[in-house]
Every structure is written in C-alpha cells, then in structure tokens.
C-alpha cells in the first residue's frame, strides 16, 4: 500500500471531549447548595441555586460543541471557519451565569459581581481560546470553495455509506474487491484535498463512479445473499475489477497533472531565468 | 504571551471569579 494517508474527517462526539473538567469541578458546590437548600426548606434559594446549576449546566453544554467544532477544525484540511461561535457563546453565558450566581444566589455587591463576572470571560479566553475564525482554504484557483467542500463532503459521504452496506455482506471475495476500490477511492480525495483544482476533472469520479458503487451495493443489500445467482456474482466481480482499474487511472490522471504543472513551472521559471 | 502563561492566568481568573461565584451561594445558606 502506498504511503497515502486515509481521507477521514468525521465528526467528533462532543459528549466523549474531556476538555472541559475543570467547568464540571465548578457545578459541585452550586449542587450542594441546591441540595441544602432543598433539605434546609430554603424553597426560593432551591429555585435560584437550581438556575445558578443548570446556567453553568449550559456552560459546559455549549462549550463541548466548540470544543469538538475546533478538533474538526484542527484535524480538517480543507474546512470553513465554525459558523456558530460557540465558545466564544459559552464564554459569554459563563460570565452571565458568574453574575447570577454571585449577585443574585450568593447574595454579593453588584460591583463585585460584574467584576467576577467580566473575570470569568477573560479567564475563559485565556484557558480555553476563542473560536477558530479563519477558513482554512487556500489555493483553490477559481473553483468556489462551497463547491469543494460539498464535493467532498458528499463523497465521503457516499464511501461511509458503502462501507457500512459492506460490512453485513458475506461474499468475502466481493467485499474485498469494494474495500479495496474504497481504499483507492480515499487516495483520491486525499488527493483532491491536497489539490483541490483538480476538483473539476475528478468530479465524474466522484459523482458518477461513487454513487454507482454505492447504488450496487445498496441494492445488493436489500436482496438474500442466496437468491443473488453465480452469473449475477461473476458479473459484479468483473465490474469490482473495472472500477477499480477506474479508480486507478483516476490517481495516475491526478498525478500526472501534478507532474504536467512541475514541468509547465520548471519551463516558466527557465525562460524567467533567459529572459 | 506564551501559551502556558495564558493557560495559568486563565486558571487563577477562572479559579478566582467562578470559583467565589459558586461557592456564594453556599455561604450564603449558612
């Protein structure tokens, strides 16, 4: 296998981040004090510790989204600036929720409290940062970079589809052949990624060949495997086979333009050097 | 400033003004 890595963007789970433990350190006492509140008959501080909880409770929430936003963001090569800022949002909220929680539920001097509070959004800016804000497209020539995106998005979408249609199939041969085309089809957009004009001429790759491999496969699926007959099986081998030589010139193809823009370059920088 | 200033500023604000934000009402009830 050759040394491409895997085109794998996929979307992190905001509830598995454990960025962000140092917000849960500050619900435990808001918690004890609702609960002592409660036990203590306090009805109206239960109401208003219970706000002051789930206030931060929202804290934590709209952080993990911008946590996770930003791991997608770093770990994208090709990717868009978030478009809800949601850390700078939980930044905001946090100094609300310190302000609530001060002045209203604990009771301290309003001064105090807005201090606290404008603190506590600049403690949160320094400790975990704001929103990534600068897209990270470059390079893309005149092709815009909604259309990038969304290409690859789809097709990414596609080959996850495909591999999870494959992965019920018991035909080990054929199985094989699909994840090896898979295989193939990731270099490929990893190659686009890098090189994102070439967009245009893959995008028979990516729309036709792609969504014909995920069409197969999806109407393979919805039949018993038993009732598909050998001639039906040899048939689909043989396209696997095609596909995959497809695929193949598709990565050459893609190389060579690289190759053809190295020459054009060497050429123009020659005739600069002449002139 | 290097990041792991900021990382320890953001702390101590963070520990300072949340952290007294939320112990109030706690004192408050005693």
Do not use: C
């Amino acid at each position: 296998m050759s040394k491409a890595k895997r085109y794998n963007p996929t979307k992190t789970d905001a509830q598995i981040i454990k960025k962000g433990s140092l917000l849960y350190f500050f619900l435990f006492p808001l918690f004890l004090s609702v609960v002592i509140a409660l036990f203590g008959k306090h009805y109206s501080a239960f109401l208003i510790n219970s706000v002051a909880f789930l206030l931060f409770f929202g804290v934590i929430f709209l952080s993990k989204i911008g946590f996770a936003q930003e791991m997608d963001y770093k770990k994208a090569k090709l990717t868009k600036a978030p478009k809800v800022p949601y850390k700078q949002l939980s930044a905001y909220l946090l100094g609300v929720s310190t302000l609530f929680s001060a002045y209203i539920a604990g009771g301290v001097a309003l001064i105090d409290s807005l201090i606290m509070s404008g603190i506590s959004i600049l403690g949160y800016w320094l400790y975990y940062g704001f929103d990534p804000k600068k897209d990270k497209l470059e390079n893309f020539g005149d092709i815009s970079a909604d259309v990038v995106l969304e290409t690859l998005g789809e097709a990414q979408d596609k080959i996850a589809d495909i591999k999870r249609d494959i992965s019920t199939m018991s035909d080990t041969l054929l199985k094989d052949k699909i994840e090896m085309a898979l295989e193939r089809a990731d270099i490929i957009l990893v190659a686009i990624t890098e090189k994102p004009q070439d967009i245009r001429k893959a995008r028979k790759f990516l729309i036709v060949y792609i969504d014909g491999i995920a069409n197969v496969t999806s109407s393979y699926n919805s039949l018993d495997e038993s009732d598909i007959s050998q001639d039906t099986r040899n048939r689909l081998l043989e396209l696997m086979e095609d596909v995959e030589i497809k695929f193949k010139a598709e990565l050459e193809r893609l190389k060579a333009n690289s190759q053809f823009d190295l020459d054009v370059n060497i050429d123009l920088l020659k005739e600069q050097i002449r002139g | 400033m290097s990041s792991i200033y900021k990382k320890v500023f953001g702390f101590i604000f963070l520990l300072f003004s949340v952290g007294s934000a939320v112990t109030a009402p706690l004192l408050a009830l005693f």
